[in-house]
C-alpha cells in the first residue's frame, strides 16, 4: 500500500489490524446468536425463552443498528470518529457483560438492544476512518483486505459459538467480546487520530426517534401474532397499524428535512429505488430462514451446538466465495443478469427447506446451504455497488445509510413474520397431540417444540417429543413457501428496474482528471465505483478535514 502523507505506513497498517479486528466482532455478534437459540430456549440449559422472547433478542440489536446508524455518522462528524467509536466500543463490551449474566430473557432483550447502539455507533465511524487514514490506491487496498473480515466473522461465528456451548454456559457467546472489545480499544486510544469532518451534518432527532418508534411498534405486533395464534386481536393489528402510520409520519418528515440522515426522496431513482426494495426482500428471507435454520439443526435433528456450527459453515463459504466472482461476472455481463438469476436460486434454496425432514442426510443440507450462501453472495455486493454507483457523487453517503437501514429493516421484519408463521403452524399441527396433557404443561408444550420436548422428558412422553418435532418440520415447511415468495418477488423487482446493459466502473481519480469531479469527501467510499453505461458524475466539492492531536487528516 501506498504510504499516507500524513500517517507512516506502519501506523496505516496497525490502524487497518484495529478496524478489522472490530468488523469481525461485529459480524461474530451477528452469527453466534443463532447457534445459541436453541440453547436460550431449553428450560434447564438456557432461560426457557419462548419464540417471541427470541425472536425479539434478534432483534432488538438489529432495530437498534437499523435506526441509529445514520445517526451515528452525524455524531461522528461532530465530535470526531474516534470518539464515537470509543463510546460505541465501551458500550457494546457493558452490554455483553449484561447479555451473559441476564437472569431471564427480558434482560437478554434490553442487553441486546443495548449491544446494538453500540455497533450502531462503530459502523460507521470504523468506514469513515478507514477512508481518513488511508489514500489512493492504498485507500482501494486497505477496503478489499477490510472487507474479508466479513467473511471470517461469519464463518468463526458459529464455529465459535458452538465450541463454547459444548464446553461453558450460553453466557459464554456473549462474554468472549469483552477481551477482543477491550484490546480493539486501546489499539484505537493509542493509534487513530480524533478524525471529524470540518462541515458536520446536522442532528436528525426526530427522524430517529420516529423510525425506531414505528419499526419497534410494527415488529412488536408481528411477534406478537405468534405468541397469541390470532390475527384479529387489538393488541396484534393496533401495534402493526401504529408502527406503519409513524413510519409514514418518519418519511415526510424526512421529506421535508434539508439534510436528512435517511433521505427517501432517492427512492424515485427507479435503480436505486428497486435496487434497495430487492435487497430489502431478500434480508428478509436470510433473516427468516436462518432463525427457522436454528432451531432445524439443534432442535429437530438433535445436532451439539459445535455440530451445528460445522454445518453452517458452507453458507460463510459460499458467500465469501461468491462476492469476488459476482464482481467479475458482472464487468462481463450486466448486473440484471448476474443477480436477477441468483436472487431467484437462493430463494428456491429458501424455499427447499420445504422438503427438508427429520431424516434429511445431512451431505443435501450443506449442499443446500452451499448454493445458498454462493447464490446470496452473488446479488448483496453487485447490487449495493451499483445502487451507490447510480447515485451523483454528493449522494453516495446518503446512499449508504438508506442502503443500510433498509438492509437492517428488512432482518428485522423477516425475524418477526418468518417466527411467527411458524408459531402458528406449530400451534395448530401440535393441537391434537396435547389431549392427556393438563394445566401449565399443555401451556408450556403449546409454546414450542422446545418447550414441549422438555415436558415429554418431565413427563417419561416420547410420544409427544417425536409429536413436538413433526410440528416443528411442518412449520418449518409451512413457512419455507412463504419466505421464498417473499425472496422470489424480490427478484421480479430487480427484474424490472436494473439496467440491462453491461456495467463499467470508473474511479474517482479518474473522473478527477476529466474535470468532472473534485476529490471526494473523506467519509465516501473510494474504491472503484460500479454505473451503468452513459452514467455521467455530478460535479462534487472538495471537501479537506482536520483532526485532533496534532495530526491533520488526509484529504481523499
Given at each position: 500500500?501506498?504510504?499516507?502523507?500524513?500517517?507512516?505506513?506502519?501506523?496505516?497498517?496497525?490502524?487497518?489490524?484495529?478496524?478489522?479486528?472490530?468488523?469481525?466482532l461485529?459480524w461474530?455478534?451477528?452469527?453466534v446468536?443463532?447457534?445459541?437459540?436453541?440453547?436460550?430456549?431449553?428450560?434447564?440449559?438456557g432461560?426457557?425463552?419462548?419464540?417471541?422472547q427470541?425472536?425479539w433478542?434478534?432483534?432488538?440489536?438489529?432495530?437498534?443498528?437499523?435506526?441509529?446508524?445514520f445517526?451515528?455518522?452525524t455524531?461522528?462528524?461532530?465530535f470526531?470518529?474516534?470518539?464515537v467509536?470509543?463510546?460505541?466500543l465501551?458500550?457494546?463490551?457493558?452490554?455483553?457483560?449484561?447479555?451473559?449474566?441476564s437472569?431471564?430473557?427480558?434482560q437478554?432483550?434490553?442487553?441486546?438492544a443495548?449491544?446494538g447502539?453500540?455497533?450502531?455507533?462503530?459502523?460507521?465511524?470504523?468506514?469513515?476512518?478507514?477512508?481518513?487514514?488511508?489514500?489512493?490506491?492504498a485507500?482501494?487496498?486497505a477496503?478489499?483486505?477490510?472487507?474479508?473480515?466479513?467473511?471470517?466473522?461469519?464463518?468463526?461465528g458459529p464455529?465459535?459459538?458452538?465450541?463454547?456451548?459444548d464446553?461453558?454456559?450460553?453466557?459464554?457467546?456473549?462474554l468472549?467480546n469483552?477481551p477482543?472489545a477491550?484490546?480493539?480499544?486501546i489499539?484505537?486510544l493509542v493509534?487513530?487520530?480524533?478524525?471529524?469532518?470540518?462541515?458536520?451534518?446536522?442532528?436528525?432527532?426526530?427522524?430517529?426517534?420516529l423510525?425506531?418508534?414505528?419499526l419497534?411498534?410494527?415488529?412488536?405486533?408481528?411477534i406478537?401474532?405468534g405468541q397469541?395464534?390470532?390475527?384479529?386481536?387489538t393488541?396484534?393489528?393496533a401495534?402493526?397499524?401504529?408502527?406503519?402510520?409513524?413510519l409514514?409520519?418518519?418519511?415526510?418528515?424526512?421529506?421535508?428535512v434539508?439534510?436528512?440522515?435517511f433521505?427517501?426522496r432517492?427512492?424515485?431513482?427507479?435503480a436505486?429505488?428497486?435496487?434497495?426494495?430487492?435487497l430489502?426482500?431478500?434480508?428478509f428471507g436470510?433473516a427468516?430462514?436462518?432463525f427457522?435454520?436454528?432451531?432445524?439443526?439443534?432442535?429437530?435433528?438433535g445436532?451439539?451446538?459445535?455440530?451445528?456450527?460445522?454445518?453452517?459453515?458452507?453458507?460463510?463459504?459460499?458467500?465469501?466465495v461468491?462476492?469476488?466472482l459476482?464482481?467479475?461476472?458482472?464487468?462481463r455481463?450486466?448486473?440484471?443478469l448476474?443477480?436477477?438469476?441468483?436472487l431467484?436460486?437462493?430463494?428456491?434454496t429458501?424455499?427447499a427447506?420445504?422438503?427438508?425432514?427429520?431424516h434429511t442426510?445431512?451431505?443435501?443440507?450443506?449442499i443446500?446451504?452451499?448454493?445458498q450462501?454462493l447464490?446470496?453472495?452473488?446479488?448483496?455486493g453487485?447490487?449495493?455497488?451499483?445502487?451507490?454507483?447510480?447515485l451523483?457523487l454528493?449522494?453516495?453517503g446518503a446512499?449508504?445509510?438508506?442502503?443500510?437501514?433498509v438492509?437492517?429493516?428488512?432482518?428485522?421484519i423477516?425475524?418477526?413474520?418468518?417466527?411467527?408463521?411458524m408459531?402458528?403452524?406449530y400451534?395448530?399441527?401440535i393441537?391434537p397431540s396435547?389431549?392427556?396433557?393438563?394445566?401449565?404443561?399443555?401451556?408450556?408444550?403449546r409454546?414450542?417444540?422446545?418447550?414441549?420436548?422438555?415436558?415429554a422428558?418431565?413427563?417419561?412422553?416420547?410420544?409427544?417429543?417425536?409429536?413436538?418435532?413433526?410440528?416443528?418440520?411442518?412449520?418449518?415447511?409451512v413457512?419455507?413457501?412463504w419466505?421464498?415468495?417473499v425472496?422470489l418477488l424480490?427478484?421480479?423487482?430487480?427484474?424490472?428496474?436494473?439496467?440491462?446493459?453491461?456495467?463499467?466502473?470508473?474511479?474517482?481519480?479518474?473522473?478527477?482528471?476529466?474535470?468532472?469531479v473534485?476529490?471526494?469527501?473523506?467519509?465516501a467510499?473510494?474504491?472503484?465505483?460500479?454505473?451503468?453505461q452513459g452514467?455521467?458524475?455530478a460535479?462534487?466539492?472538495?471537501?479537506?478535514g482536520?483532526?485532533?492531536?496534532?495530526?491533520?487528516g488526509?484529504?481523499?
Open positions: 500500500m501506498a504510504a499516507s502523507p500524513t500517517l507512516p505506513k506502519s501506523r496505516q497498517q496497525l490502524i487497518l489490524v484495529i478496524l478489522m479486528l472490530c468488523s469481525v461485529i461474530l455478534e451477528n452469527t446468536l443463532s447457534t445459541a437459540l436453541e440453547t436460550l430456549a431449553d428450560p434447564v440449559r432461560l426457557g425463552a419462548d419464540p417471541g427470541l425472536q433478542a434478534t432483534g432488538a440489536y438489529t432495530l437498534a443498528f437499523a435506526t441509529l446508524m445517526t451515528a455518522g455524531l461522528g462528524d461532530r470526531g470518529h474516534r470518539t467509536f470509543s463510546g460505541g465501551v458500550i457494546f463490551a457493558g452490554s455483553s457483560v449484561w447479555a451473559a449474566y437472569s431471564d430473557a427480558g437478554l432483550i434490553a442487553a441486546r443495548a449491544m447502539v453500540g455497533s450502531a455507533l462503530m459502523t460507521p465511524a470504523m468506514m469513515a476512518i478507514l477512508m481518513w487514514t488511508f489514500s489512493g490506491p485507500r482501494t487496498a477496503i478489499g483486505v477490510f472487507s474479508t473480515s466479513a467473511g471470517v466473522g461469519m464463518a468463526a464455529v465459535l459459538a458452538g465450541f463454547l456451548l464446553r461453558f454456559w450460553w453466557g459464554s457467546v456473549f468472549v469483552v477482543v477491550v484490546l480493539t480499544l489499539g484505537l493509534l487513530v487520530p480524533n478524525f471529524r469532518s470540518p462541515v458536520p451534518r446536522p442532528l436528525d432527532p426526530a427522524g430517529m426517534l423510525s425506531m418508534s414505528g419497534v411498534a410494527l415488529a412488536y405486533g408481528l406478537r401474532a397469541v395464534a390470532a390475527w384479529s386481536r393488541d396484534v393489528w401495534p402493526i397499524v401504529a408502527g406503519l402510520v409513524l409514514a409520519v418518519f418519511v415526510l418528515v424526512e421529506l421535508r434539508r439534510a436528512p440522515g433521505d427517501p432517492l427512492f424515485a431513482q427507479r436505486f429505488g428497486g435496487g434497495n426494495v430487492a430489502g426482500l431478500l434480508l436470510v427468516a430462514i436462518s427457522c435454520n436454528a432451531f432445524y439443526l439443534q432442535g429437530a435433528l445436532f451439539s451446538p459445535m455440530k451445528a456450527g460445522l454445518a453452517n459453515i458452507p453458507t460463510a463459504f459460499g458467500a465469501l461468491a462476492a469476488p459476482a464482481s467479475r461476472l458482472v464487468r455481463l450486466s448486473i440484471r448476474v443477480t436477477v438469476p441468483a431467484t436460486v437462493a430463494a428456491l429458501m424455499g427447506y420445504g422438503f427438508l425432514g427429520l442426510p445431512l451431505v443435501q443440507i450443506e443446500l446451504l452451499l448454493a450462501g447464490s446470496i453472495g452473488m446479488v448483496i453487485p447490487v449495493t455497488a451499483a445502487l451507490i454507483g447510480s451523483p454528493e449522494q453516495a446512499g449508504a445509510a438508506v442502503t443500510n437501514t438492509r437492517q429493516t428488512g432482518s428485522v423477516g425475524i418477526a413474520v418468518g417466527g411467527t408463521i408459531s402458528i403452524v400451534r395448530r399441527a393441537e396435547l389431549e392427556g396433557v393438563t394445566g401449565p404443561a399443555r401451556d408450556q408444550a409454546v414450542s417444540a422446545e418447550q414441549a420436548r422438555h415436558v422428558t418431565t413427563m417419561h412422553q416420547p410420544a409427544l417429543a417425536q409429536a413436538a418435532d413433526n410440528a416443528f418440520i411442518h412449520a418449518m415447511n413457512g419455507a413457501g419466505i421464498a415468495a425472496a424480490g427478484a421480479a423487482v430487480l427484474l424490472i428496474t436494473l439496467p440491462a446493459s453491461k456495467v463499467r466502473t470508473r474511479t474517482r481519480r479518474t473522473a478527477a482528471r476529466r474535470g468532472r473534485g476529490p471526494p469527501r473523506p467519509d467510499p473510494a474504491r472503484p465505483v460500479t454505473v451503468p452514467f455521467v458524475p460535479r462534487r466539492p472538495v471537501v479537506s482536520g483532526c485532533e492531536d496534532g495530526d491533520t488526509t484529504t481523499g
